[in-house]
Every structure is written in C-alpha cells, then in structure tokens.
C-alpha cells in the first residue's frame, strides 16, 4: 500500500496549526488515492500524541535536531524517506520548509511543488494548483517523475481537522547524523527589539485622517488601535497639524506600509496617502462620503459618521476578544 | 570576495494577465520584463559587501535574448560582468533543470558567495537558489536581511514568522536567498549604463551546458482566479456596521 | 565737493554771483600743461591696468569654459529685440521693481548719455576735444547730459539711501551684512555726476573749471579698475549676457557627449553659465521671489550663482573639484520647485534652472544623490512608468470605470491623463469634469492605453536616463498610435512634451485645457448666477504661466465661478505651490512648507473659490486646506468650473457615477 507522509513542524514542542492543515490534505489525498497516512515531526513522541488516526507515527530525534538546520533536517528527512517509501511527501509551507524541503528534494533527484493551495484527482493522475504571479493566476501541475512526491501546501488551504488521540503508538526514529555534516550555526531566535515606531512591518494598523476634525478626537482612534492591538498612523494633514508624530505618517512623504490590516478612518484617500498602503493586504474604510477614492480600493467600506462608528466597532471589537 | 549574483526577468509585476493560446501560460506580447524585485535587493547586496570588502560582482541569469537588457540593467547599478545563459525554452524546465543549467555555467568561476532572490515574482517556486547550493554541495540559508564578512565566513541575520529573526553563521562558500526590502535600492544611473557598455558580458549556449531536459514537474494549464478584489459596502446602523465588519474581520481576513 | 566749494567762496563777489546763476555753457579748462598731459596718460594708463588685473582675468577664465555645445547665434532678431527691450529699455528691471528699477534706469541711461561726454573729457585733456561747449549741439548735448546726469544724482542718492538706510533683506549677504562697496561706488557716481554739473556754475577756463575736470577725471579713472572687482562687472558683461541668452525659458541643455553628466566639476561649466555667472549683480530679486528662499529652506538662487563664482575664482573652469562642496550645497539644489521665479525676474540675463538642474544632473546621474523619496521616485518611474509606483492594471480600471475611449487615431485629441490625472483621486476628478465639456461640445478624443509619465520629475531631478527611457517611449507610442494633437490637464506634462521631448524626436502638438476651454467658451452655456455669487482667486500654475505664458485663458474660465481678485503675488510673480522640480515627491523637512505659505496668500484675499489649473498646485493646497478647518475656501480645478455651468449630463452617459463594468 502507497504512503503519504506528511512532515509536520513543531511550534513551541507541538505541531504547529499549519501542520495539522497540512496533515488534513494528506489525509484527504491519501483518501484519494487510496493510501495510507503517516506523520513524522522533528521531537519528543510526546508531541504526536492527538494526531488523530495514522497508519505510522513517528517522532525523529537526535541531539543535532535540537535547534533548526537546512543541513540536519535534510539529512534526517531523506533518511525517513529512504526508510518509508512513501508516493508523496507533505510539508507545511513554512519559512522552514522553504529553507530546506527544496533541498531534500534535489537529494532526492525531485522538485519540490511548493505552496500548494488544492489537488485534484484526474483519472490516476494528481493535479496540484498552485498560485502564480502573486495570486494572480493558478497554475495546475502535475508530477512526471517517479515517487516520492514531495508538495508543500500553503497556509489556510484546507481545515484541520479537529484534534483526536493519534490511533497508534509514536514511533522514535533516530537519523544517522554527523556534526561535520552540519555546516551552519543557528543562533537563538530573537524578536527586533521594540523600535520607537515601524510602521513598515506592523501587520495591523489603525490610520486617521483629517475626517477626525480635531487634535482632541484623535484618543477616539488612538482606542479603536487599542482594542484591536493595531499600530496608529496617519495622513500627512494630521502629522503637518502636529497631532500626531511625523513617523506615524503613511504615504508618498512618510512610511510605506503592508500590513495584513489597514483600518482607515476619515481619510478620504488622496494619492499621497495610497501609494504608500496600497500594499495592505486588506483595507477597510470608514467615511462619511460615500464617493470618497479611499472606498475604490478599500475592502471593507462603512458610509457613517466615525463618531459613532468608531466607538461601536471599538465596543464590537473588545466583546469579540473577550 | 567573489559575488555571484543569479538573477531572473519576469514580467513587470502589475502587468495585464491574459492566458496565451496554448492555454498554459500568459500571453507575452504586450508585457514589459523586469529585473525580479528580490533579485535587485540580492544584487544591492552583493555591491554593498563589494563596496565594503572589495571583489567582484557577477551577475548570472538564464533567458532569451531579452534577458540581457536585464544584465545590462544590473552592470549598470554596478555589476563587474554578466553570464547569460541563453535559451528560448526554459519554460520546458523545471526549477532543477534550471539550477543545473546555472551550476554547469559557473562551475569554473569558484565562487565565495552566491546570491539570489526569496522567490520570483512571476511562478513564486522561490526554489532555485536552495537547489543550486545541494547542486554545487555547498551551505546555504535562505530568507535573508542581513549580511556581515567575518574571519571565518558569513554572519547573516534571517527573518522567521511572526516578527522573529536568528543570527546564523556559515563558512564560504555558500549560497543566501535575500529578503526583499531590508536595503535601500540604488537607481540606474546615466553614468552605470555609459559604463556597462564597456563590461564583459559572457553568453553561453544553454544546449552546451549539456543538462539532461526532463522535467520532474509539468505545468499543464494555467486559469484566472475566480475572484477578483470588489470592495464590499457594510451597511445599517453604527452599531450593526460594526458587528459585521468585527465578523469580517474574524472569518476573512482572520487577523482578530 | 570741498575744493569746489572753496574755489567758488575765494572768488569775487559777482563771481560768486554769476556762480549761482548758472550759465548754459559748460566749463572747460582752457589748456593743460605738458605735465598735466603726461600726468593723465600715465594715470589712464595704471587705471587701465588695474581694471585689466582684474578683468582680462574674469574673461580668461570665462573663455576657458567649455563650449556651450547647443549655442546658436542665429536668429538674431529675438537676441536684437531682447537687448534693446531689456538691456536699453531696461523694461525688466523697471517692470518688477518699479521706483527702484527707475532710478537704476536713469544712472544706466545717463552712463549711455556719458559715453560722449566721458570720451570728449579724456580728449580735452590732450587738446583734442571734439564737442564745443559753445556749439549749438555741444551746448545741446552737454545740457541733455546735464539732465541725465541730474537724475543720475537723484536716482543714485535714493538707492544709496535704500540699501543702506531702507535695508531691504534681499540685497543683504547671507550673513545678513551689506557691503560698503555699493556705497563707494555710489559716491563716485554721485561725484562723478556732480564735478560734470558744477562745471556749469563756473567760468570756462577758469582755476575752478580745470579743478572740476581733474576732480572728475579722478573719479572716472577710480571708478574704472573698481568695475571688475565688484559686481559692477554687470556693467560690462550683462548686455552680452542679455544678447547670448540660451533662447528659451528653463532651457535645460542636451548633455554634450558620453562624458557629460551635467554639473560634476569645474570642467562642466560652460561659457554662457560663466558669463552669467559674472554678470551677477547680486539685486537679490532671484532670492526675492525665491519659494524656497521664502520658506526658510537653505536654497537661495543668488547663493548658487554666487557660488559657482566663488568657485570659478578659486579653482577655474578646468578644475575636478567637485561643484557641490564648499560653494554650493546639494541639499540646497534639491530644494529647487524648478518654478522659474528667479530666471523670470533676473535682470542681468542669467539662467537659473539650467544651473540648479544641471547641479541636480550631475549628482543624479552619477549616482551622488541619495534620498530616500528620490530613490523611491526614480524605482517607480523606472519600473511602473508613473510617479506614484502604481499598478498600471488601477489606470485600466479608472478607464473602464469611466468609459474613456482608447485613442484610435479616428479622434481629433489624444487626452493625455498624466500620472495625476490617471491615478491621483482628485486628479481623476479634473478629467471626469473635463470630459464632461469635450462630450457637451462633441469634441473627439481618446485615451492612450500604455500612456507613461512624461518623465517631469526625472528631467527636473537631473535623471536623464529615466527622462530619456520614458521619453523615447512615449514618443515612439504616440508615433504608432498616429497621434497629431494632444490635451492635457497638467501644465507639467505640456511643458515636459512640447519642450523637453524634443531632445528625443518630434512631439505632437500639445495644448493646456485652459487653453481649449477658453476657445470654446462661447459655446458654453453661461454659469447659473447661484454658483458666481462669491469671489474667486486665481492661482497661476508655475508651468502654465511663466513657463508657456498663458494667464488669461484660466482667468476668463474661473470667473464663472465668482467675481476674479487678485493674490498679491499673481501671474508672472505667482508663488508656487511647492510641487515642481519633482518635489511633490521629496519629503519638505526644512522650513515652512510652500503650498502652506501659498495658501495663506490666496486665502488673504477674502475668495471664496480657489481656482487651480494644475493637478499637482491642486493636491498640495488639498493638504494645506486641510489644516485650515471648515472656513477654507472651496479648491477647484478650471475645468471643474466649467463642467458645473453644463445642463445635467443625459441619463445615457452619466460621467462619474457608471455602473462598474465589472
């Protein structure tokens, strides 16, 4: 009987959520072709304990694993692969797995589809899709060389399932590795210490422009950021007013932002103002003027007074958190 | 230190995406080609440690004619000389493929560094460094904003999720994928391109590398995401335009 | 003056008498001995060498420079017609600065009126005067020469008493100290016209008459080697500066050959720019009118100016010393809006903005200039095609939305969108309002699908590569494309095409919609009384108006809007708005921002309109309106104006509220 083996990561000693989504498209792949379903993670066999039902489950520890090396993980994962035999190897696309899954492919003689978001099954053949020109276009692939198989699948693309007791014992596995084999130094993961304020890598912000009318309702947004635990910014007529700082000002003049979250409220979205967070992954607007420019780009759009929107979605927001 | 830089062009990143008759890829003829936005901060990288710590910059990339417009560009902000790699078929490659075509044409060059983009912005596979380090048997990490020449290599700092980063150190040779935007781009200047004219730029016949051209991968079809960006208006009271932005929020796009 | 007076009190009674009244004959020594001769010979001979110390070298030097590689001497009618309305009618000098400019025309007319008075002085001295005092037109011509003289006297007290007393701050060195020399050289103008004028109150021939003529022969040959040394060196160089002006306005040169990068070293100074850079007079009406100056920003266009001529007096044109360094500060020539001011009002001739642009080309294309903004601005036009790095897909969408026509060569104008007008929300609105006027009056256009910035703020930064990339390619778009006529609502773009282009082929002809809607205002349907009950202030857009003289188009558009006034400084002396020169994309971190101070003037004016013809003066005064609270006045473009006096649109074509396409 065929394997699919999907390769999980451990985030703080269990595997992380994108793991367990990953797991869920093996899952769903191995129904479809009619395989079995193994997981392997690099750590204790105590991790691997509510991963649901598995054909094998299997702990890979060694001491050089200890800390995250392209040329351990490597090593260790061609090994498994050599041992199992598997149709398809799966891996969460992960900044790790970027790192080496390329890598262990080319060991192996393989390209790695990385980011996968969907398969299909046509006839014998698997069609995996994967997203081009960023999201833009799909791509659909298929794989012409001989097992293994090895895909990555992006984050968000299938549902994990819901977390079981794993139906069998954890099996350890222990790689041959070699210290000389390992050729790079990771040192301790570290956050950036906290700079004054960079708006430029904040994944949430509040923005306020000059719909907010006066130095004295600025607190109103200033709370809204709260509640959402956002980074406030701003238009340049706010910063030249002196309301709020000069780094908190978003635009052609100030700081370009991308982050996941772009809240604008009272800007009507003059050019300036755009080209510096047209890149937001998502962007919602808050505006009395229906035919404000800001409502073209935006997502999200509420028409409506901000002094009674605001403190209704800073309410909404805090009960929502909890 | 000797800098090999290896750098794609794609199509200019807000292009208009038509699919071409064959139906598995997009339609080339009104689009204008780029250098690939990590690859330029790849290069900027690459000119500041030759800047710094002496050397050369070579700049590497494999394409049709084209493509050495793009060379020509990356001589201009300051490369020493350029490879191209010429072949009008790479499309039927995959990303192996491709990196053994790079390995075959640099193997004599004995690089200390090797650097490439994260990943293209055209098929995204952001592999082709990675496997061009296992081809050549050298370390390599990826992800990378920062790098700094030590005694016994490289000290580098790399970005992980979530706002973490690592210092990592690794001996040279070796090959680093760059992050983009942790560097200030130069711009291309009168005086870089009156210069590049006279650089040595090297073209090499992509069938006289002698790589085996089977893929591993085939793209068999190409489609339009069914979705395209419409804002949506949240209307009714305050409060109930709140309410159903928070659930918004919560089930799309996910950030509460 | 002391010896005179005193010559006159030890004279007799009725001496004295007839000395007071004067006769209208001017005196003359009745003879000069041998030594008195030699004396003259030798002293014409010392002044002479000392003004030719000083200005056989300013013209070495100026002669060194690298030729102007586009100079052209022909035609010569503009060259003539410039020389006699600027140099001889001194119709620039009086137009700007009136009263003063009046008085400086009077010591100049009588420096004119004393050229034959001086050469028939010299000659006496060694018998060989020509003009007799006694003759019919000796007695004519020494009167009128008297009369000048008389205004010169006046005029070159009231200056002294200006510079001096009054103080304005623009005749002040950056230090803020005035110097004595314009006060020395003022007195020996004065005395120079006072030892002619007294000779009409004594006795030809005379003890005193020979005094007055030694006194001023004196004063003439001490005024002479001072010329080069000060800049009164204008006096001789500013007429040929007049008469070898580059020929247009803003004049950016074509870069020479390979090695020409713009302003890099000594090496790169031409010879017209060290001519000019000579002639400097140091009036301060550059400084003046400067909007960077006036803001508290380093940039002070006679500072450059005086700058390169410190530069050229230590180092000569052949040096390698960078430009940008000790004289002249590049953060100073990134400052420049490029709006013309100073070029405009210069009254010597010089021209500015080759000077800063070629500053900014020089330290552009190689790569000096290092900011952020500009950085960022150069990656975008290089790599969007637009100054804002926005996606070309948001233009196509903004075409569909609004259902503009591709040019297809059918059309009679290709409307040229521009980056503003393409992508900037409120620039979007001046089309969509523009649009609505050539629909009502059934004009054809189109819009060209791969249109890309004209590449303004890259010329004006000094990157020729991206001007020339974007150039060459629009060019080569609007040659398949058939294009014949061009509209815009850009005043930059017009300019950028019609002039700037040209360095890279032929441009289609190009008009500023002003331009067309006051061709076409006949045929426009009068505004309702409702909407021009208020005043209306006109702002005068750099680009359009120094720059391609059109003030009165915009003007009969705006009045539909409310009764026209006046901003104190309008139409050829209009402030900028602080956008041009590509700096709508640099960060403004010195001093006061320009569109702010801009704003404050138009808002003085009580108007309850402000009517802009420019996107860009429009997006800064958006931002500077902002601060100003409920009570700003109301910001329109022309063209708005004009489509709010159009009956509602057909309920087929609703310009600016189509379904989405999509």
């Given at each position: 009987m065929s394997t699919v083996l999907v390769i999980l990561e451990a985030k703080s000693g269990s595997p992380s959520r994108i793991s367990l989504e990953a797991l869920a498209a093996g899952a769903a792949l191995a129904t479809a072709t009619g395989a079995q379903l193994a997981a392997a993670m690099v750590g204790p066999a105590a991790a691997m304990d509510s991963l649901g039902s598995l054909s094998a489950a299997i702990a890979i520890e060694h001491p050089l694993l200890d800390r995250y090396t392209a040329d351990g993980y490597t090593a260790a994962c061609a090994q498994l692969i050599a041992r199992l035999q598997p149709d398809y190897v799966l891996f969460p696309h992960t900044y790790q797995v970027r790192d080496f899954a390329p890598r262990l492919a080319t060991r192996l003689g393989r390209v790695l589809l990385s980011d996968v978001t969907a398969f299909s099954l046509d006839g014998n053949t698997v069609t995996f899709t994967r997203q081009l020109f960023q999201g833009k276009l799909n791509g659909h692939y298929h794989a012409a060389a001989p097992a293994p198989c090895l895909v990555s699948i992006q984050a968000g693309a299938f549902h994990a399932a819901p977390s079981a007791p794993t139906s069998i014992p954890v099996e350890s596995f222990a790689p041959a590795l070699e210290p000389s084999a390992i050729r790079t130094q990771p040192g301790e993961p570290f956050r950036a210490a906290t700079q004054t304020v960079d708006l430029s890598s904040a994944p949430l912000i509040v923005s306020v422009g000059?719909?907010?009318?006066?130095?004295?309702?600025?607190a109103l947004v200033q709370e809204l950021a709260q509640a959402l635990g956002a980074e406030l910014a701003a238009s340049r007529p706010i910063c030249d007013a002196g309301w709020l700082p000069m780094e908190r000002q978003v635009g052609s003049s100030g700081q370009t932002v991308a982050p996941k979250l772009y809240l604008a409220v009272g800007i009507s979205g003059a050019i300036q103002h755009l080209v510096g967070m047209k890149g937001s992954q998502c962007v919602v607007a808050i505006n009395k003027d229906e035919n404000a420019p800001i409502f073209e780009i935006a997502d999200y759009g509420i028409v409506g007074d901000l002094f009674e929107v605001v403190p209704a979605l800073t309410t909404a927001i805090r009960k929502a958190k909890g | 230190m000797k800098i090999i830089v290896a750098i794609k062009q794609v199509p200019e990143r807000d292009a208009r995406i038509r699919i071409d008759s064959s139906g598995r890829w997009i339609a080339l003829d009104d689009i204008e080609f780029r250098m690939n936005e990590s690859d330029a901060y790849a290069l900027e990288e690459a000119l500041l440690l030759k800047e710094a710590h002496g050397g050369e910059v070579i700049v590497l990339s494999a394409g049709p004619e084209r493509v050495g417009q793009t060379i020509r560009e990356a001589l201009a902000k300051g490369a020493d000389r350029g490879i191209h790699i010429a072949s009008d078929s790479l499309a039927s490659l995959d990303a192996l493929g491709v990196a053994r075509l790079m390995a075959a044409a640099i193997a004599d060059e004995h690089a200390d560094l090797i650097l490439t983009g994260l990943q293209s912005d055209d098929l995204g596979l952001g592999q082709t460094g990675v496997i061009l380090a296992e081809l050549l048997g050298i370390p390599h990490s990826s992800l990378i904003l920062k790098i700094e020449k030590t005694d016994s290599g490289l000290r580098l700092l790399r970005e992980l999720e979530d706002g973490w980063f690592q210092h990592i150190s690794l001996p040279t040779p070796a090959l680093l994928t760059i992050q983009s935007g942790n560097t200030k781009l130069r711009y291309a200047t009168l005086m870089g391109i009156k210069k590049a004219k006279t650089k040595e730029l090297r073209t090499v016949d992509a069938?006289?590398?002698?790589?085996?051209?089977?893929?591993?991968?085939?793209?068999?079809a190409v489609a339009l995401p069914s979705r395209q960006k419409t804002t949506q208006m949240l209307p009714g009271t305050p409060a109930e335009a709140a309410a159903a932005l928070v659930a918004k929020l919560q089930q799309e796009v996910r950030v509460l | 003056m002391a010896v005179v007076a005193s010559s006159i009190l030890s004279a007799s009674p009725a001496a004295l008498l007839a000395a007071l009244a004067p006769s209208l004959t001017l005196a003359e020594p009745a003879t000069f001995a041998l030594w008195q001769r030699l004396l003259l010979l030798a002293l014409i001979l010392g002044s002479g060498w000392l003004f030719w110390q000083r200005f056989g070298r300013v013209v070495r030097r100026i002669l060194a420079a690298r030729k102007d590689a586009d100079f052209q001497l022909f035609p010569l009618g503009r060259r003539i017609w410039d020389f006699f309305w600027e140099v001889l009618c001194q119709a620039k000098v009086i137009r700007e600065r009136p009263l003063p400019g009046l008085a400086h025309a009077f010591v100049f007319w009588s420096f004119l009126a004393f050229a034959l008075v001086t050469t028939n002085h010299i000659a006496t001295g060694f018998g060989l005067g020509f003009l007799d005092p006694a003759g019919l037109f000796g007695r004519f011509y020494f009167l009128l020469a008297g009369v000048f003289a008389l205004l010169c006297a006046v005029s070159i007290a009231g200056l002294f008493v200006r510079r001096f007393f009054v103080r304005p701050i623009w005749l002040a060195h950056k230090d803020n100290t005035i110097s004595a020399e314009s006060g020395i050289i003022a007195g020996l103008i004065f005395l120079l016209m006072a030892t002619y004028l007294a000779a009409y109150w004594v006795p030809s021939g005379s003890t005193a008459a020979l005094v007055l003529w030694w006194l001023h022969t004196l004063t003439l040959l001490s005024f002479l080697p001072l010329v080069p040394h000060t800049k009164h060196l204008h006096l001789i160089l500013s007429p040929l500066t007049v008469f070898l002006s580059r020929g247009s306005f803003s004049r950016i040169p074509p870069l020479a050959d390979d090695d020409d990068f713009g302003l890099v070293t000594g090496r790169d100074i031409t010879q017209l720019t060290a001519l000019q850079v000579y002639s400097c007079v140091e009036c301060g009406r550059c400084t003046e009118h400067c909007p960077a100056a006036n803001t508290g920003k380093e940039l002070n266009p006679r500072e450059i100016i005086l700058g390169l001529r410190g530069y050229l007096n230590e180092y000569?044109?052949?040096?390698?010393?960078?430009?940008?360094g000790r004289y002249n500060s590049q953060q100073a020539a990134f400052q420049c809006t490029t709006c013309g001011s100073c070029e405009f009002q210069c009254p010597v001739g010089i021209e500015h903005l080759p000077v800063i642009v070629g500053l900014r080309r020089g330290a552009v294309n190689t790569g000096e200039w290092d900011d952020d903004h500009g950085g960022k601005l150069f990656l975008a036009l290089e790599r969007n095609g637009n100054a804002l790095g926005m996606a070309h897909s948001e233009r196509e969408k903004f075409l569909a939305r609004e259902e503009l026509p591709a040019f297809d060569g059918s059309q009679e104008y290709c409307l040229w969108l521009g980056c503003m007008g393409g992508y900037d929300p409120k620039g979007r609105e001046i089309i969509r309002s523009f649009v609505q006027v050539m629909r009502f009056l059934g004009t054809s256009y189109g819009v060209l699908r791969r249109e890309k910035c004209t590449g303004d703020p890259a010329r004006r930064l000094g990157n020729d590569l991206v001007f020339q990339q974007l150039a060459e390619s629009n060019l080569e778009n609007l040659a398949q494309n058939k294009v014949k006529k061009i509209i815009s609502i850009c005043p930059h773009c017009v300019r950028t095409i019609a002039e700037d282009w040209k360095a890279y082929g032929t441009p289609p002809e190009i008009e500023h919609h002003s331009e067309f809607l006051a061709r076409h205002q006949a045929r426009m349907p009068a505004a309702a009384p409702a909407a021009s009950a208020g005043t209306t202030v006109f702002h005068d857009p750099c680009y359009l108006g120094r720059y391609r003289n059109v003030y009165d188009e915009p003007r009969s558009i705006a009045a539909a809007s409310g009764t026209l006034v006046e901003a104190e400084r309008s139409r050829e002396r209009s402030f900028c708005c602080g956008a041009g020169g590509g700096l709508a994309f640099l960060g403004e971190e010195q001093g006061a921002r320009v569109s702010e101070t801009r704003v404050g003037q138009l808002i003085e004016t009580g108007a309850s309109t402000i009517a802009a013809a420019c996107p860009f003066c429009n997006t800064m005064f958006r931002d500077a309106l902002a601060s100003r609270g409920d009570a700003a006045p109301q910001l329109l473009d022309i063209a708005q104006i004009a489509a709010a006096s159009l009956p509602p649109a057909p309920a087929s074509n609703p310009a600016g509220s189509l379904p989405n396409p999509a």
């Open positions: 000059r719909g907010i009318k006066d130095e004295a309702n600025i | 069938a006289s590398l002698g790589i085996d051209a089977q893929p591993g991968l085939l793209l068999d | 000569g044109p052949a040096s390698e010393q960078p430009l940008l």
